[in-house]
Protein backbone atom coordinates (compact mmCIF):
# COMPACT_ATOMS: atom_id res chain seq x y z
CA UNK A 1 0.00 0.00 0.00
CA UNK A 2 1.50 3.37 -0.77
CA UNK A 3 1.99 6.23 1.50
CA UNK A 4 -0.53 8.63 -0.66
CA UNK A 5 -3.54 6.57 -0.69
CA UNK A 6 -6.21 8.15 1.47
CA UNK A 7 -7.70 5.96 4.51
CA UNK A 8 -11.33 5.95 4.79
CA UNK A 9 -10.80 8.04 8.05
CA UNK A 10 -9.04 10.65 6.11
CA UNK A 11 -11.99 10.92 3.33
CA UNK A 12 -14.54 11.49 6.30
CA UNK A 13 -12.62 14.47 7.73
CA UNK A 14 -12.40 15.91 4.46
CA UNK A 15 -16.00 15.36 3.70
CA UNK A 16 -16.96 16.93 7.15
CA UNK A 17 -14.93 19.62 7.04
CA UNK A 18 -16.36 20.67 3.16
CA UNK A 19 -19.86 20.16 4.63
CA UNK A 20 -19.33 22.48 7.42
CA UNK A 21 -17.90 24.84 5.24
CA UNK A 22 -20.72 24.90 3.13
CA UNK A 23 -23.56 24.85 5.74
CA UNK A 24 -21.81 28.27 6.77
CA UNK A 25 -21.36 30.15 3.97
CA UNK A 26 -25.46 28.36 2.88
CA UNK A 27 -26.21 30.17 6.57
CA UNK A 28 -24.43 33.31 5.50
CA UNK A 29 -25.68 33.82 2.26
CA UNK A 30 -29.40 32.95 3.07
CA UNK A 31 -29.76 34.25 6.05
CA UNK A 32 -28.85 37.63 5.10
CA UNK A 33 -26.03 38.37 6.74
CA UNK A 34 -22.87 39.47 4.53
CA UNK A 35 -19.27 38.92 5.07
CA UNK A 36 -18.46 42.43 6.01
CA UNK A 37 -17.43 42.35 9.69
CA UNK A 38 -17.30 46.23 10.78
CA UNK A 39 -20.14 48.91 10.58
CA UNK A 40 -21.18 51.72 12.69
CA UNK A 41 -23.95 54.51 12.46
CA UNK A 42 -24.25 58.14 14.20
CA UNK A 43 -27.33 60.64 14.50
CA UNK A 44 -27.67 63.76 12.59
CA UNK A 45 -25.87 66.61 14.41
CA UNK A 46 -28.90 68.82 13.98
CA UNK A 47 -31.59 66.68 13.91
CA UNK A 48 -34.83 68.73 14.27
CA UNK A 49 -38.20 67.41 14.40
CA UNK A 50 -40.37 68.57 11.85
CA UNK A 51 -44.50 68.74 11.74
CA UNK A 52 -46.55 68.84 9.33
CA UNK A 53 -49.20 71.59 9.06
CA UNK A 54 -52.56 71.99 9.19
CA UNK A 55 -55.72 72.68 6.65
CA UNK A 56 -59.25 72.51 8.44
CA UNK A 57 -62.32 74.30 9.01
CA UNK A 58 -62.35 73.76 12.27
CA UNK A 59 -65.49 75.46 13.49
CA UNK A 60 -68.50 76.80 11.64
CA UNK A 61 -70.84 79.28 13.78
CA UNK A 62 -74.03 79.33 14.91
CA UNK A 63 -75.43 81.21 11.43
CA UNK A 64 -78.78 82.35 11.42
CA UNK A 65 -80.71 83.24 8.29
CA UNK A 66 -82.96 86.24 8.70
CA UNK A 67 -85.37 87.77 6.53
CA UNK A 68 -84.99 91.56 5.15
CA UNK A 69 -86.09 93.17 7.95
CA UNK A 70 -83.87 91.42 10.49
CA UNK A 71 -86.03 88.55 11.89
CA UNK A 72 -84.67 84.93 12.64
CA UNK A 73 -86.00 82.49 10.22
CA UNK A 74 -87.84 79.23 11.47
CA UNK A 75 -88.55 76.10 9.74
CA UNK A 76 -92.46 77.29 9.09
CA UNK A 77 -90.78 80.74 6.98
CA UNK A 78 -92.19 80.62 3.59
CA UNK A 79 -90.65 82.34 0.64
CA UNK A 80 -92.86 84.28 -1.49
CA UNK A 81 -91.67 86.57 -4.54
CA UNK A 82 -90.15 89.96 -3.69
CA UNK A 83 -88.47 88.18 -0.55
CA UNK A 84 -84.59 88.45 0.37
CA UNK A 85 -82.95 86.50 3.15
CA UNK A 86 -79.67 86.32 4.43
CA UNK A 87 -77.17 83.83 6.10
CA UNK A 88 -74.60 84.93 8.55
CA UNK A 89 -72.25 83.10 10.09
CA UNK A 90 -68.24 83.20 11.04
CA UNK A 91 -65.80 80.32 10.24
CA UNK A 92 -62.50 79.87 11.68
CA UNK A 93 -60.55 78.04 9.35
CA UNK A 94 -57.13 76.72 10.62
CA UNK A 95 -53.60 77.12 7.77
CA UNK A 96 -50.48 76.37 9.43
CA UNK A 97 -47.65 75.21 7.19
CA UNK A 98 -45.04 77.20 5.28
CA UNK A 99 -45.77 78.10 1.53
CA UNK A 100 -49.43 76.16 2.46
CA UNK A 101 -52.42 78.35 0.37
CA UNK A 102 -56.08 77.20 -0.18
CA UNK A 103 -58.91 77.82 -1.89
CA UNK A 104 -62.11 79.08 0.58
CA UNK A 105 -65.72 78.24 -1.39
CA UNK A 106 -69.24 78.69 0.09
CA UNK A 107 -71.67 77.25 -2.54
CA UNK A 108 -75.37 78.23 -2.43
CA UNK A 109 -78.34 75.45 -2.03
CA UNK A 110 -79.46 73.72 -3.84
CA UNK A 111 -83.15 74.14 -5.10
CA UNK A 112 -85.51 71.14 -5.43
CA UNK A 113 -89.23 71.01 -7.46
CA UNK A 114 -90.00 72.24 -10.74
CA UNK A 115 -89.23 76.10 -11.62
CA UNK A 116 -89.13 76.59 -14.94
CA UNK A 117 -87.77 79.88 -15.03
CA UNK A 118 -84.58 79.59 -12.64
CA UNK A 119 -83.24 83.15 -12.81
CA UNK A 120 -86.50 84.13 -10.64
CA UNK A 121 -84.16 82.98 -7.58
CA UNK A 122 -80.56 84.92 -6.86
CA UNK A 123 -77.71 84.14 -4.92
CA UNK A 124 -75.09 86.49 -3.60
CA UNK A 125 -72.33 85.03 -1.78
CA UNK A 126 -69.35 86.86 -0.23
CA UNK A 127 -66.45 86.00 2.29
CA UNK A 128 -64.81 89.01 4.49
CA UNK A 129 -62.02 88.81 6.51
CA UNK A 130 -61.91 89.80 10.24
CA UNK A 131 -61.88 93.60 9.09
CA UNK A 132 -64.78 93.20 7.56
CA UNK A 133 -63.27 93.58 3.97
CA UNK A 134 -64.72 91.78 1.49
CA UNK A 135 -62.39 89.09 -0.05
CA UNK A 136 -64.59 87.06 -2.56
CA UNK A 137 -68.13 87.53 -3.92
CA UNK A 138 -69.96 85.54 -6.40
CA UNK A 139 -73.88 86.07 -7.98
CA UNK A 140 -75.70 82.67 -8.76
CA UNK A 141 -72.69 80.71 -8.04
CA UNK A 142 -70.02 79.48 -5.35
CA UNK A 143 -67.81 81.84 -3.94
CA UNK A 144 -63.95 81.21 -3.49
CA UNK A 145 -60.88 82.90 -2.25
CA UNK A 146 -57.62 81.87 -1.78
CA UNK A 147 -55.97 82.16 1.68
CA UNK A 148 -52.62 82.25 2.97
CA UNK A 149 -53.47 81.69 6.61
CA UNK A 150 -55.74 80.60 8.77
CA UNK A 151 -58.30 82.80 10.78
CA UNK A 152 -61.85 83.67 11.22
CA UNK A 153 -63.65 84.62 8.27
CA UNK A 154 -67.61 86.03 7.47
CA UNK A 155 -69.56 84.23 5.34
CA UNK A 156 -72.21 85.42 4.05
CA UNK A 157 -75.36 84.25 1.92
CA UNK A 158 -77.82 86.54 0.37
CA UNK A 159 -80.91 84.55 -1.61
CA UNK A 160 -83.66 86.57 -3.15
CA UNK A 161 -86.85 85.34 -5.07
CA UNK A 162 -87.59 87.77 -7.98
CA UNK A 163 -91.47 89.53 -7.92
CA UNK A 164 -90.89 87.68 -11.48
CA UNK A 165 -90.76 84.13 -10.10
CA UNK A 166 -93.76 82.05 -12.15
CA UNK A 167 -96.25 79.86 -10.94
CA UNK A 168 -93.86 77.08 -11.20
CA UNK A 169 -92.01 78.65 -8.06
CA UNK A 170 -94.50 77.26 -5.85
CA UNK A 171 -94.06 74.65 -3.27
CA UNK A 172 -90.37 74.86 -4.42
CA UNK A 173 -87.84 74.15 -1.80
CA UNK A 174 -84.35 75.73 -1.21
CA UNK A 175 -82.07 73.49 0.81
CA UNK A 176 -80.74 75.93 3.08
CA UNK A 177 -78.89 73.24 5.08
CA UNK A 178 -77.25 71.85 2.19
CA UNK A 179 -74.83 75.07 1.39
CA UNK A 180 -71.48 73.59 1.64
CA UNK A 181 -68.01 75.35 2.51
CA UNK A 182 -65.03 73.50 1.57
CA UNK A 183 -61.31 74.28 1.34
CA UNK A 184 -58.91 72.93 -0.89
CA UNK A 185 -55.24 73.11 -1.07
CA UNK A 186 -53.81 74.85 -3.96
CA UNK A 187 -51.64 72.93 -5.28
CA UNK A 188 -48.16 74.41 -6.64
CA UNK A 189 -47.18 73.77 -10.19
CA UNK A 190 -44.80 71.04 -10.55
CA UNK A 191 -43.79 72.15 -13.55
CA UNK A 192 -42.91 76.09 -12.30
Do not use: C
Not at 67 to 75: E, F, H
Amino acid sequence: MSSNAETPRSRSRLTKALVATGVGVALLAGGGGTFAAWSDEAPIASAKTIVAGQLDIVNVGNGVWTDSAGNVLTDAYRIAPGAKITYTTDVDIALEGDGLSANFSVAPPPISGTPTDSSALSTTVSVKDANDANLASNDNGAATVELTKGGTYTVEMVVALSHSADNSWQRAVLELRNSTLEIDQVVPDATA
